[in-house]
């Protein structure tokens, strides 16, 4: 199979969230795995009897994929589990179309789901510490995007203030869409003054904790076509993906600027024929603020250290040059743990045009783009509209 292959030959066709925020008592991450799924699947059309392909991971079940097939009352003759953090998801996706195309699946299902806030607010993780890393104390993982965020503002100028603004573009989706966690107005001023957890990024520079799942239908392109003929959802066709990863533990970062997204964002554009220029709308695993920053510069929609310029002053807010993390992203929407299953979520949602007041206007082509670790695993994915094929 080439790289180019995969361009168009699979469709999502079902996305939904979970229940988020502060779940009910009681509820496990498997619980909202089963409510994302079953949402997921009622949006395509499509009966859990005809699920053949399972991919998920999990920071609470060692043997996630296992689990989560036991709950949901499924036997997929096609299991993933792979575990790369945060990005899984989106790698997911591309695992799953590669399935699909191969035949050794025809309906997968891409799920998550956590409740960290409900089980005391602190990281659930399986990592475990650097011995290289540990004698320096690091606060997991803040203290490693903290890093990247000081030697940013060191090597290229960029400031607090453009930091600031991230996390104030992300509130202002965020007031756009009623299922955002955080929808209160807030300023630079006050992501500046806010309570400093690693220097230089304070509460406000940080993702939130909260519950959440969400999940994902993929299938080949040409069920896709049938189920709209027959009413269902647009479908968003997989355009291009590529994966990357360079290091593990920050230590072994390369460079504290430039992350793997330079690699997985050329094979994404190169497998979709398409440019940054082309995208309409663009998700990204903001799990910190210096995250946009990076990614925005390594994905190619601006040079290496003019991230912090691209982004001041409402430039990837409502009304900016670039809307990017239109559902408020994790900085004020929902983080529950690992985010990169959201991005994908809403790329899929602006290019069906169903995202109400924060709709982007044409929204052809959308870019989810996902992150995990400290920096370490990067994923991207090109998703488009059937006029783009």
């Given amino acids: ?58 920071s609470y079940y060692a043997l996630a994929a296992m689990d989560t097939a036991e709950y949901l009352g499924i036997r997929p003759r096609h299991i993933d589990g792979t575990n790369i953090g945060g990005s899984s998801f989106v790698s997911h996706l591309l695992h799953a179309a590669a399935a699909v195309e191969e035949g050794l699946c025809s309906v997968a299902l891409i799920v998550y789901g956590s409740t960290q806030r409900s089980d005391g607010g602190r990281l659930v993780s399986p990592s475990k510490p650097d011995p290289y890393e540990g004698p320096y104390r690091p606060r997991y993982p803040v203290s490693m995007y903290a890093l990247a965020a000081a030697r940013h503002i060191h090597q290229y100028g960029t400031t607090r203030e453009q930091l600031a603004d991230v996390a104030v573009a992300a509130r202002q989706w965020a007031r756009l869409n009623p299922a955002a966690f955080e929808r209160e107005p807030l300023t630079r001023e006050e992501v500046l003054g806010s309570r400093m957890i690693s220097d230089p990024l304070t509460v406000r520079d940080c993702c939130l904790v909260t519950d959440g799942g969400g999940a994902l239908v993929v299938v080949s392109a040409e069920r896709a076509r049938e189920l709209e003929r027959n009413g ?113 979520i809403e790329a899929v949602r602006q290019l069906r045009g ?36």
């Avoid at 009681?26 to 499509?46: K, M, S, V, Y």
């Avoid at 979709?272 to 210096?290: H, K, M, N, Q, W």
């Avoid at 206007?361 to 370490?376: F, I, K, P, Q, R």
């Fill in 232 to 344: 269902g959802p647009k479908p968003a066709y997989l355009l291009g993906a590529g994966e990357a990863t360079w290091h593990r533990n920050i230590s072994r970062m390369p460079d504290l600027t430039v992350t793997a997204a330079r690699d997985s964002g050329r094979r994404a554009f190169e497998m979709a024929g398409l440019r940054p220029s082309d995208v309409d709308v663009v998700e990204l695993y903001d799990a910190f603020t210096i995250n946009p920053v990076l990614f925005l510069e390594d994905l190619g929609f601006c040079a290496k250290g003019e991230g912090g310029s691209f982004v001041a002053d409402g430039a990837i807010a409502p009304g900016g040059r670039l809307p990017v993390n239109t559902n408020g992203g994790g900085l004020s929407y929902c983080h529950p743990g690992m985010y990169g299953v959201f991005t994908v």
């Fill in 354 to 389: 169903t995202c109400g007041e924060r709709q982007v206007a044409d929204a052809e082509v959308a870019l989810a783009h996902g992150n995990g670790g400290t920096l370490s695993s990067q994923v991207t994915a090109i998703l488009g509209t059937g006029e783009t094929l």
């Fill in 1 to 58: 199979m080439t790289s180019g292959s995969l361009r168009g030959r699979a469709a999502v066709v079902g996305v939904a969230e979970s229940d988020l925020g502060e779940v009910a008592e009681g509820l496990t991450p498997l619980d909202l795995c089963g409510q994302a799924a079953a949402r997921a699947l009622a949006d395509a059309g499509l009966r859990k009897s005809e699920v053949d392909g399972l991919f998920t991971a999990s």
